[in-house]
């Protein structure tokens, strides 16, 4: 009978090691992906911001040439400054919309997965498997011979 309890014991032992290494795994998975969700949701909000200020610029350059058509009649921009200030303000904030939305798909390449994370774990079968041989073994063992 106390073999049977040792044997409980040892299985009860296994099982939440196992239990422990799973859990510790499944934390560090939660908390690497916490943190690329972290970084590309601040990406994601500078890009608005950068979305912003190019919507703002272009209504300014929409605002100059309608203005200029309007008043001036004016159709060609050829040596307006202000016209191509807009301009490469503009292109400028492509880059770097573009330069951020880059720097997100190489954190997303870079992500953990949860089939990368997993180690090689004993399954509770395997123990179970495991210990029910080492019984077995151990009462043929204690078995008087005859």
């Known amino acids: 009978m106390s073999k049977i309890w040792d044997d409980l ?4 032992k296994d099982w939440s090691n196992a239990a422990v290494e799973k859990a510790e795994e499944v934390s560090k998975v939660a908390v690497a992906k916490t943190e690329e969700l972290t970084k590309i949701s601040k990406i994601k909000l500078v890009i608005h911001q950068l979305q912003r ?4 610029e272009l209504s300014s350059l929409g605002r100059l040439v309608y203005n200029h058509s309007k ?3 004016m159709s060609n921009f050829t040596g307006n400054a202000e016209f191509f200030s807009h301009v490469e303000k503009i292109d400028s904030i492509n880059v770097e919309i573009h330069d951020k ?3 997100i798909e190489e954190i997303k390449a870079y992500s953990i997965n949860d089939d990368q994370t997993s180690t090689p774990t ?3 079968e395997e123990i179970i498997q495991d210990n029910l041989e080492e019984s077995t073994q151990n009462r043929d063992e204690d078995k008087p011979s005859q």
Do not use: F, G, L, R
């Open 53 to 56: 200020d190019k919507n703002k």
């Open 71 to 73: 008043e001036a009649n």
């Open 122 to 124: 004993i399954s509770n």
């Open 101 to 103: 939305e880059k720097e």
């Open 9 to 12: 014991k040892s299985n009860m």
